[in-house]
Nanobody, 124 residues
Framework: QVQLVESGGGLVQAGDSLRLSCAAS????????TGWFRQAPGKEREFVAA????????YYADSVKGRFTISRDNAKITVYLQMNSLKTEDTAVYYC?????????????????WGQGTQVTVSS
């Protein structure tokens, strides 16, 4: 089992940057694909980005491509989401999650373990 704890959220203005962290427990963390998701009020949880087990491959939702960067440090068992040029529509609770399924999963129900989430609010 993997336990995940997100941090780094906050209130920022449009155009600002934030870096989210997802700290994991468990020595098997490097065996999981890790993803970031977000959920805005009244909306379904949506995929944001994912990174492969070794960190060599990443993919992003079109809405964040070019602005967000996902990375991982397996030695620190932590995954990061660098968010630049934030927009008001990025406001949401951000969650990290892991899956042992094959690379390329975007559906939330394909991820096995989840953190509690961290709030990101972007004001205009």
């Amino acid at each position: 089992q993997v336990q995940l704890v997100e941090s780094g959220g906050g209130l920022v203005q449009a155009g600002d940057s934030l870096r989210l962290s997802c700290a994991a427990s468990g020595r098997t963390f490097s065996s999981y694909v890790t993803g970031w998701f977000r959920q805005a009020p009244g909306k379904e949880r949506e995929f944001v980005a994912a990174i492969s087990r070794g960190g060599g491959s990443t993919y992003y939702a079109d809405s964040v491509k070019g602005r967000f960067t996902i990375s991982r440090d397996n030695a620190k068992i932590t995954v990061y989401l660098q968010m630049n040029s934030l927009k008001t529509e990025d406001t949401a609770v951000y969650y990290c999650a892991v899956t042992q399924r094959q690379w390329g999963e975007r559906a939330p129900d394909r991820y096995d373990y989840w953190g509690q989430g961290t709030q990101v609010t972007v004001s205009s």
